[in-house]
């Protein structure tokens, strides 16, 4: 039955954030939020430091649409190359619109990197690794109480330090309240 409801809880968890849109949509949400919601109840701001919603993990420069950009528009540059130089055999001379741009010139506008800004969430994460650390520590104490039942140790609803269940008792109870 443990190991069952350690699935469960890990199912919910992903249903919620599947529901949320992901974790990506679900961390620029949080990143929104007040950071008075990270905020621990009176006496517990000594002991525990608020937890962020959300916080820029790095920012950088997408050069994806750059490099396309940047291939096209060297193609196009070859292309017009090749032109000026089938019209310099011939004797012509091209428009001015139609002839390259100096070498050194600035690309234009649409060329240039964006820049994007990824994020994390503390809480989010930190919620994420307290419900995944229950589940694992579900399943291996559901295989302790099946390996001390068996040999008698396990001693269920007897709070004696000579049996098992205040021992599972306790680490269970550390688990849910990380």
Same mark, same amino acid.
């Given at each position: 039955?443990?190991?069952?409801?350690?699935? +469960?809880?890990?199912?919910?968890?992903?249903?919620?954030?599947?529901?949320?849109?992901?974790?990506?949509?679900?961390?620029?949400?949080?990143?929104?939020?007040?950071?008075?919601? *990270? +905020?621990?109840?009176? *006496?517990?701001?000594?002991?525990?430091?608020?937890?962020?919603? *959300?916080?820029? +993990? $790095?920012? *950088?420069?997408?050069f994806?649409?750059?490099? !396309?950009?940047?291939q !096209?528009?060297?193609?196009?540059?070859? !292309?017009?190359?090749?032109?000026?130089?089938?019209?310099?055999?011939?004797?012509?001379?091209?428009?001015l619109?139609?002839?390259?741009?100096?070498?050194?010139?600035?690309?234009?506008? $649409?060329?240039?990197?964006?820049?994007? +800004?990824?994020?994390? $969430?503390?809480?989010?994460?930190?919620?994420?690794?307290?419900?995944?650390?229950?589940?694992?520590?579900?399943?291996?104490?559901? #295989?302790?109480?099946? #390996?001390?039942?068996?040999?008698? #140790?396990?001693?269920?609803?007897?709070?004696?330090?000579?049996?098992?269940?205040?021992? #599972?008792?306790?680490?269970?109870?550390?688990? !849910?309240?990380?």
């Amino acid at each position: 039955r443990d190991c069952y409801e350690a699935y +469960v809880l890990y199912n919910f968890l992903q249903f919620l954030i599947h529901t949320l849109g992901g974790e990506e949509d679900l961390m620029l949400l949080l990143k929104d939020k007040s950071p008075t919601r *990270g +905020v621990h109840m009176w *006496g517990l701001q000594w002991c525990v430091k608020p937890w962020l919603m *959300g916080q820029p +993990v $790095s920012r *950088g420069f997408d050069f994806t649409k750059q490099k !396309q950009q940047q291939q !096209q528009l060297a193609a196009q540059q070859q !292309q017009q190359l090749q032109l000026q130089l089938q019209q310099q055999r011939h004797g012509q001379t091209l428009p001015l619109q139609q002839q390259l741009p100096p070498q050194g010139a600035l690309p234009p506008p $649409s060329i240039r990197p964006i820049k994007r +800004v990824q994020w994390t $969430s503390p809480f989010f994460k930190k919620c994420k690794l307290g419900v995944l650390q229950y589940v694992l520590l579900k399943v291996i104490l559901s #295989i302790a109480v099946m #390996i001390l039942e068996l040999h008698g #140790i396990y001693k269920e609803g007897d709070f004696t330090p000579k049996g098992g269940y205040l021992y #599972i008792c306790i680490l269970t109870n550390l688990s !849910q309240c990380w």
